[in-house]
């Protein structure tokens, strides 16, 4: 099977629907068949990587666990846009796991050198 | 890599400005559904460069009573044109 670059962008925030779960899974799937898998948190997205969440309280699963099988999964870089951060006034410290911030520019080039981003 | 954009949710959802930051030149974009909103007064598409074709779905503007209301720069569409266009772009990055 031909080797594709595949883009997965998470945009929502974590508990409010299951959109940010779906993205994960289906990054996973991709990442499974040994595909070039990227994955971008924008927007709302990034409120995914805030630390120190508990759902039990809301009787959901917290996020952070499932973002660290990423990694195990061969997803090694998880990668943020830098303006949804400023938005947010979040900054790198602020976050559950280590991530590589883009720019403007690097964002735009990591969509347009991807064989298929998947935009949720 | 060329893309086509398709926005799907009114301006309300900010998905325009999200949108534009992947945007480059010589991608499309393509409103559809709520999206058309996007088409018509007050002018939000200001900061979309000449370098990006606008196009919008014909039967979501005639739903919504907007396709005499659309900017000069959109061009309506069909649904035979939309398939065109998905496969006229090297992808389609759907925004909703």
Same mark, same amino acid.
């Given at each position: 099977?031909?080797?594709?670059?595949?883009?997965?962008?998470?945009?929502?925030?974590?508990?409010?629907?299951?959109?940010?779960?779906?993205?994960?899974?289906?990054?996973?799937?991709?990442?499974?068949?040994?595909?070039?898998?990227?994955?971008?948190?924008?927007?709302?997205?990034?409120?995914?990587?805030?630390?120190?969440?508990?759902?039990?309280?809301?009787?959901?699963?917290?996020?952070?666990?499932?973002?660290?099988?990423?990694?195990?999964?061969?997803?090694?870089?998880?990668?943020?846009?830098?303006?949804?951060?400023?938005?947010?006034?979040?900054?790198?410290?602020?976050?559950?796991?280590?991530?590589?911030?883009?720019?403007?520019?690097?964002?735009?080039?990591?969509?347009?050198?991807s064989?298929?981003?998947?935009?949720? | 890599?060329?893309?086509?954009?398709?926005?799907?949710?009114?301006?309300?959802?900010?998905?325009?400005?999200?949108?534009?930051?992947?945007?480059?030149?010589?991608?499309?974009?393509?409103?559809? #559904? =709520?999206?058309?909103?996007?088409?018509?007064?007050? *002018? +939000? !598409?200001?900061?979309?460069? #000449? =370098?990006?074709?606008l196009?919008?779905?014909?039967? *979501? +503007? !005639?739903?919504?009573?907007?396709?005499?209301?659309?900017?000069?720069?959109?061009?309506?569409?069909?649904?035979?044109?939309?398939?065109?266009l998905?496969?006229?772009?090297?992808?389609?990055?759907?925004?909703?």
């Open positions: 099977m031909q080797r594709k670059s595949l883009t997965f962008i998470t945009r929502q925030a974590p508990y409010g629907s299951n959109k940010a779960k779906l993205v994960i899974d289906a990054a996973l799937a991709a990442a499974v068949f040994e595909q070039q898998v990227n994955f971008l948190f924008m927007d709302d997205g990034v409120f995914q990587l805030v630390q120190n969440q508990n759902a039990e309280s809301i009787s959901s699963k917290t996020i952070g666990r499932v973002l660290e099988t990423l990694e195990l999964y061969g997803i090694e870089q998880a990668l943020v846009d830098s303006v949804s951060l400023e938005e947010r006034d979040l900054s790198a410290e602020d976050l559950a796991i280590p991530v590589k911030i883009l720019n403007v520019e690097q964002v735009r080039q990591l969509a347009a050198r064989d298929v981003v998947i935009n949720l | 890599m060329s893309a086509l954009h398709t926005i799907s949710a009114s301006p309300t959802s900010g998905l325009i400005n999200s949108c534009l930051r992947l945007v480059c030149p010589g991608d499309g974009i393509l409103f559809i #559904q =709520d999206g058309v909103y996007h088409c018509c007064p007050p *002018d +939000l !598409l200001g900061d979309v460069s #000449q =370098d990006n074709a196009f919008a779905l014909r039967e *979501d +503007l !005639l739903a919504r009573g907007l396709l005499g209301k659309i900017s000069e720069r959109i061009t309506p569409v069909g649904f035979g044109r939309f398939v065109e998905t496969v006229d772009y090297d992808k389609v990055i759907s925004w909703s």
